[in-house]
């Protein structure tokens, strides 16, 4: 890497560590209606009209909303038509969900970004559905957790590389092949920033810190944080064209997906209801 590459990678890494420490975490090209519906959950009492109303505010998200209330993931007996009646049935997690994966597909779609940061940001929008269909169907089979904040743990586990990959625009450091160990070794702690700035629950703030341990520390309970660090793992594994041992992982054997002497270990027994969440998410 040239000099000049290395001034301005070392600025970037600057950068990421001034906002870290003044909690200045914008994201850029992300909706503040967005932000301002996550933020409106994160109170002791949630006003649902208050919701409606913020949802209502953008068109775009309030079909979204609409689409997903009435998808085959969260579907009941009859088609909703009014936003109030769809925010009560999806409940906050999964309303927080919906307007997330909207906000990540919008940014993927901006006209101003290169095609090179269009791609890598269709890569994190598709990472981050496949982490929350894994961390939803992990929390609902094999732990008493919420299924529905695991899913949103899920989509939350991307928001450090978004933001890193955004702001890689302004330091003009895109094309830099450095840029992917920045966003390896940073991610992590600007995801936990973003998620406590919206005031998230600590225990899905501390999800997102380890998320990429392989056997994070062990509790009395199943953690957020367990569920989120094994969905990377089969993640990365069905990936690959390498076996998931559970034997190499305790971390599987303790959340009962496994057994020690399984040598190769996968999620096709949840096949369907992967699939169905990620139609949802998709839509």
């Not at 999964?94 to 791609?119: C, H, Y």
């Not at 899920?154 to 092949?177: A, M, N, T, W």
Request: hydrophobic letters at 45%; glycine letters at 4%; one cysteine or more.
């Amino acid at each position: 890497m040239s000099a000049k590459a290395m001034q301005t990678a070392a600025g970037f890494v600057q950068q990421l560590a001034g906002d870290l420490n003044k909690g200045d975490l914008e994201l850029p090209m992300f909706s503040g209606t967005a932000v301002r519906i996550q933020k409106a959950f994160q109170v002791d009492e949630v006003d649902v009209d208050e919701v409606v109303r913020l949802i209502s505010s953008d068109p775009a998200i309030a079909a979204r909303v609409l689409e997903l209330a009435n998808s085959a993931m969260v579907r009941g007996t009859r088609q909703i038509t009014d936003l109030r009646q769809a925010v009560i049935r999806m409940g906050d997690k999964l309303i927080q969900s919906s307007v997330l994966t909207f906000a990540l597909r919008q940014a993927e779609r901006n006209e101003g970004l290169s095609e090179r940061t269009r791609t890598a940001l269709r890569a994190i929008w598709i990472e981050s559905i496949e982490l929350a269909a894994r961390c939803y169907v992990i929390a609902k089979e094999f732990t008493k957790l919420s299924a529905n904040e695991a899913l949103l743990a899920g989509l939350l586990s991307v928001i450090g590389r978004l933001y890193i990959l955004l702001k890689s625009q302004e330091c003009e450091i895109e094309d830099d092949p450095d840029l992917e160990r920045v966003l390896a070794d940073w991610h992590p702690a600007i995801s936990k920033a973003i998620a406590e700035s919206w005031n998230m629950s600590q225990e899905l703030v501390d999800a997102l810190e380890m998320q990429l341990e392989t056997d994070p520390p062990l509790q009395e309970q199943a953690t957020l944080a367990e569920v989120l660090c094994v969905a990377r793992l089969f993640y990365q594994y069905e990936r690959s064209s390498e076996d998931f041992v559970a034997s190499d992982y305790p971390l599987v054997q303790r959340l009962g997906i496994a057994d020690n002497d399984e040598t190769s270990v996968t999620l096709a027994d949840h096949a369907e209801a992967l699939d169905s969440i990620r139609q949802g998410l998709r839509a």
